[in-house]
T-cell receptor
Framework: AQKITQTQPGMFVQEKEAVTLDCTYD???????LFWYKQPSSGEMIFLIY??????QNATEGRYSLNFQKARKSANLVISASQLGDSAMYFC????????????FGTGTRLTIIP | EAGVTQSPTHLIKTRGQQATLRCSPI?????VYWYQQALGLGLQFLLW???????NRGNFPPRFSGRQFPNYSSELNVNALELEDSALYLC????????????FGAGTRLSVL
């Protein structure tokens, strides 16, 4: 079974609109971390936001927020007021079994911002 | 502050050769991770080094190996290269802790001909 599922291979969004990128996960570990990374065409993976499984509030970092619904096992990324520079691949990732430390990534969503 | 740096940016090898990829972590980070991003296979965890020791290994054959030096920089070696080893190899570093955010470099693109 897929541990991280991103069901949107590609999305087109008008500049300045908000966008939600979907991510669902599967784990039986009560303690885990969820991450979102952005990968522009240059290849570098840029960390955006982190949510711990025990965090009471949804994480926010500037224009990025994480809509964490633990019971549904979803961790959607919301980007407010999208910009042309937001065009990139976006990956959701999970770290479970603390002490293991490896990240398991989803297949990614290619976001294109239209001027 | 400098981020994670990887060298070389591009590497072209032929089948059967050996490749060496290098990574310098963010200052103060003691853990280094290697991931492979191959077309059609997504991002796969390769290796984790912390304090000079290999701590965890992904589902890759033994010809993928590496080490971490006393200054926490790391090398990834791939022996007996195969065509399917062509990929972007990403290095990440972190300061091990509860959040353990892994910060990535720009990668080394390995092409095996």
């Amino acid at each position: 079974a897929q541990k991280i599922t991103q069901t949107q291979p590609g999305m087109f969004v008008q500049e300045k609109e908000a966008v939600t990128l979907d991510c669902t996960y599967d784990t039986s570990d009560p303690s885990y971390g969820l991450f979102w990374y952005k990968q522009p065409s240059s290849g570098e993976m840029i960390f955006l936001i982190y949510q711990g499984s025990y965090d009471q509030q949804n994480a926010t970092e500037g224009r990025y927020s994480l809509n964490f619904q633990k019971a549904r096992k979803s961790a959607n990324l919301v980007i407010s007021a999208s910009q042309l520079g937001d065009s990139a691949m976006y990956f959701c990732a999970m770290r479970e079994d603390f002490g293991n430390e490896k990240l398991t990534f989803g297949t990614g969503t290619r976001l294109t911002i239209i001027p | 502050e400098a981020g994670v740096t990887q060298s070389p940016t591009h590497l072209i090898k032929t089948r059967g050769q050996q490749a060496t990829l290098r990574c310098s972590p963010i200052s103060g980070h003691t853990s280094v991770y290697w991931y492979q991003q191959a077309l059609g296979l997504g991002l796969q965890f390769l290796l984790w080094y912390d304090e000079g020791e290999e701590r965890n290994r992904g589902n890759f054959p033994p010809r993928f190996s590496g080490r971490q030096f006393p200054n926490y920089s790391s090398e990834l070696n791939v022996n007996a290269l195969e065509l399917e080893d062509s990929a972007l190899y990403l290095c990440a570093s972190s300061f091990t802790g509860l959040r353990n955010i892994q910060y990535f470099g720009a990668g080394t693109r390995l092409s095996v001909l």
